[in-house]
């Protein structure tokens, strides 16, 4: 069965990095669109970023120029690399197929001083 795992979220202060990985399992990770999306307390889930299976990328405006969207196919992995966070920023950030609409179970990522 498809499976979505994310991991390195954690407690980051303002101006800080993280990267964040989603290991994927039960399909072939390489032919697939995936997506990273956040939700923050009281507000609805947003699409962050997304990465085709040939490489092609897109982000939302709010993160463009401090994020980075990549994939390792040959370890079913994508990955967000987060750069100058801010505290608005904080989140549940998940991993998505959209293709079936698949989640991760999410990790959560907290900016604050």
């Known amino acids: 069965q498809v499976q979505l795992v994310e991991s390195g979220g954690g407690l980051v202060q303002p101006g800080g990095s993280l990267r964040l990985s989603c290991v994927a399992s039960?399909?072939?990770?390489?032919?697939?669109?995936m997506s990273w999306y956040r939700q923050a307390p009281g507000k609805e889930r947003e699409l962050v970023a997304t990465?085709?299976?040939?490489?092609?990328?897109n982000y939302a405006a709010s993160v463009k120029g401090r994020f980075t969207i990549s994939r390792d196919n040959a370890k079913n992995t994508m990955y967000l690399q987060m750069n100058s966070l801010k505290p608005e920023e904080t989140a549940v950030y998940y991993c998505f197929r959209p293709i079936g609409t698949y989640w991760g179970q999410g990790t959560q990522v907290t900016v604050s001083s």
């Open positions: 039960g399909f072939t990770f390489r032919i697939y669109t």
């Open positions: 990465i085709g299976p040939t490489g092609s990328i």
